[in-house]
């Protein structure tokens, strides 16, 4: 058993998608296309202390004395006990939480590859990411984002579910990306609704990518998926129609009150946007 | 039509392999395992200059005036007449040619993923992919570097062949990586001859890989696939034996006259190895 492993898995922003729900979680997921972003989330993971046996999961919060705020993420939680191992997670990111950057997933996913390391798990690449997906897609969090943050790049998600049953397909191109958030909106209660018109709306803008694999139709397939799924709130919208006003492009990051723009479109627009980039990798230990 | 454009395509040596013919080269390929490095190949591609219409491939060669000397490489030419386009390639590699570091592949993707952006040709990753694995298998000069090296990290390849037919995973690891090269072995040469045996020693050494993941099982792996396939070179096999005597990891790059260790293995046992780490993402557009 190893002291401590620590992975990196990039943010992923999703432009659209459709949600196919299964019984099976590692069937279940999602089709649609996103961005993967240099800005992420770091996943230490430590044996859990000897005299305490469960796992305890920390979020870097640089406002305690500690340095970290208790959090409960169930699907942390999930992946843990199906490597059957107590750990201390330590979590670091700059992304806002609950904001459509797919942390729960990267939360997941990390835990899964910093955990199959230190405790010597002997588990592949496709093992852990079916791990971490199916602890995602099952907490109700997400459906498409730690496949996607497997993969790195510009992921299209053409078949839904984990590694033995999706399709993933990328576009070949790399971008400056800008983004402000304005706070909360709930996956899983949209997710729990009625989604036969988001994913009509996130169907078609996938045939626009794929006959199309740009940023360019990206970009304007995900600002049509957020208007036909009437998905945009008054802060986005307003954002949106600020960004265009400067000629920039940029849409909705899904599920979140978040708006991404590729390039300078939010600064151009006279926003203080956070700024990163795609990530050319997939998750990765350090 | 943009000026130029870059691709990064990293180096992929392989462990172990079984060879999979087929008569539609997308479904062509090998099953096998290896590391991707970050020692790659850098390519560069500009349209033809007006006056003359036929693609012209340079490689970087710091002993000539111009720094470049004229070559001739199949796979290239295949991808750029696939693409329909003429162009200006110019190839920059650290990797010694035709040792067993797959750079006919990463010539190949690289002219793909770089000339796709040059002619706004608005293909996916997968469909340069397939192209680029397509031109490889055609010109008989690798089988599945070019799926590896789209993929990045320690790839293991599952089903062989393009990405609409293959299956990956792999290895969660990363890892500082030493080689030296003795020279030439022709990959043709070895292809074309009774691959019965190898391929045999090839689906042993994989299913140990897929029992357990781990970089340790790999190395056996590759070394035990090296002595049954009877690929073992005098010079690669005193370096194996020099490498085992100081406790070091070690194994053949498959194809090529070429040595490469885990860690320190090479430099502890007395060589002056290159240098370099797996490589955590595919090839990228710089």
Redesign the interface.
Known sequence: MREEATAFVPGHITGFFSAHPDDDPTKAGSRGAGLTLTDGVTVTVRPAPAAESSTEILLEDRETESGFTPVSVEPVETVLETLAVSARVEVETDLPLGAGFGTSGAMALGAA?AA??VFDR???????VTIAHGAEVQAGTGLGDVVAQAR??IP?RLEPGA?ASNLL??????ARVEYVSFGDLSTPDVLSGDTDELSAAGKQALSRV?E???LASFIFASRAFAREAELLTPDVLEALEDVAAVDGQASMAMLGNTVFALGTGLSDAGYDPSVCATH???A??E
Chains 1, 2 share one sequence.
């Open positions: 590859l199959n390391r002997k588990l592949s690449e496709n093992e852990l790195g790049g299209i590694p397909d990328g576009i070949p191109a790399r794929v199309e694999p740009t050319p990798a997939g990765l230990l």
